[in-house]
């Protein structure tokens, strides 16, 4: 035998083909589980010299299958039928000695990963376990199954097959769609600074830059120091004073792979300039108040439209029936509150009993940049006190699903509320979900006794999905519920503040003007 033909019979032994298929389909996807080793490699040879390895070894896994395809139905089928030609002899070596590499590269980069890292690497290999199916699927697909004896038949499925695990590979390295920031900026005033919050198609950085007293800002969505990535809503804490009547841009940097040595990054992006205002320095001020839109953005942004202007937004809650999702908070409450904010006023934001349900229910806080949501906003002559209402059944109720202590929270709240102090000489306003405040008899009383004392005549809420005003549980304080979503209507409120009285209005989503009174309180 020569050596040629001792090559083809050990390289067409049906025995050595598995292996070499098996070895050569599990080389790709343990070199990119332990990819954390690449960067020191590219940092010595060249940038992007592990991933060009990487494209080789997918090719290799492209030649086995022609190679496999071409020995199995070469008898049935002559136009792939190549095994006596020259140039197939030397695939198949090929093929051989690129698998045998290609092993040696995944193991040896396992083994330098060390034990400390081996079981990383492991996890990083059960994420990409998806694919795995996909191009074992495939595989399985067009050698073995189903015996279709109609060749063109088969060849066009195997095509089919072959794009679909290539694109699959491709798309799960390579993001397949154009990095995006998806929303205006909201900017939330926490009671302590301003939180700017924009979401982006995918993760990435976010940061803000603005110039404020001569000196260029850069302001990082970080966490001590080390920048965030793995979020699709990015929130920076800015100090009131730097935004005020400044301009400001926010810009996102992709992020492809974190990793514990290296990494990817992608596009940057940057937003418009904005231009930032507050009510602050005004008399009179003039508030779009909204609450319990659960989902319904359309109808909401319609009645919104009917009022007017205004200075700012008061988010009073319930954006959802309940937040188990990133993309929720996304759509509901950044992109939506940026399309009727755009960036340029500020929002106060009360928490709606249906933003405390759902597995993603927990991350709102943190994606808002709100450290609690009890506290104040001083608005200048003006001050909003923000509570937080919890549910308004008790904590056992079945809907719950056993993941509340709002008993324990509100009466923490309303401990805080008898110690909170107010700037003497501003006219207080309560924002709060459910004017109820606190289901608990006794709290609710301490409550608004505490509004009296901190003269608090009005207070502003939604929850049962009415407008008008109602039976105030507290003497001589004003209570208006601000409408929201019902029987497909939706109704918004404008409020304008002004020094002896307060102009309270609503519109529906149809321009009905559905509650139009001003009120003279006791205001200090
Ligand atoms: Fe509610």
Known sequence: MSFVEKTNSFARNKIVMAIMSALSFLAPLMYYAFRFGWVYVDVALFSGFCMTLFWLMIVNVILGLFLDISILYGDKLKKLDFKDKKWFSILSVLHIILTALATIIWFVFMIVAGLESIGVGIKFLTESVPLFILIYGGLVLIIFFPRIANFKIKAILGGIIAIVMLFGVIFSIFPSYVYKINSHPIVIDNGEAYSIVFSTNDFGTGYVEYVYEGKEYKVYDENNGRLNGNSCIHTISVPYEHLDGNTYKVGSTRVIDELSYGGRMGAERVSEEYKFT???????????????????????????????????????????????????????????????????????????????????????????????????????????????????????????????????????????????????????????????????????????????????????????????????????????????????????????????????????????????????????
């Open 278 to 524: 507050t009510p602050k320095g005004k008399e009179e001020q003039s508030y779009l108040m909204i609450s319990d839109w659960h989902t319904q953005i359309g109808k909401a942004k319609k009645a919104i439209a009917y009022a007017g202007d205004y200075d700012a937004v008061l988010m009073l809650g319930d954006a959802a029936p309940g937040l188990n999702f990133e993309d929720e908070v996304v759509r509901n409450i950044v992109q939506f509150g940026g399309e009727i904010t755009k960036g340029e006023m500020p929002i106060i934001f009360a928490r709606g009993n249906h933003e405390t349900r759902g597995r993603y229910a927990g991350m709102l806080a943190d994606d808002l940049g709100m450290d609690k949501y009890y506290f104040t906003v001083d608005m200048g002559a003006y001050t909003f006190l923000v509570l937080d209402s919890g549910e308004d059944k008790e904590d056992s109720h079945p809907e719950y699903g056993g993941m509340v202590n709002y008993e324990q929270y509100r009466n923490d709240m309303i401990d805080w509320l008898e110690k909170v102090e107010i700037d003497d000489g501003d006219k207080v306003i309560t924002l709060v979900h459910s004017m109820t405040i606190a289901i608990e008899d006794d709290l609710q009383a301490r409550a608004y006794n505490r509004l009296v004392e901190l003269n608090s005549h009005y207070v502003f809420s939604g929850h049962t999905h009415e407008v008008g005003l109602v039976e105030s549980l507290g003497k001589d304080i004003i209570t208006y519920e601000d409408g929201g979503f019902n029987r497909n209507r939706y109704v918004a409120s404008k409020i304008t503040l002004r020094p002896d009285d307060v102009d309270i209005k609503a519109w529906d989503n149809k321009g009905n003007l559905v509650f139009d009174n001003e009120h003279k309180a006791n205001l200090r």
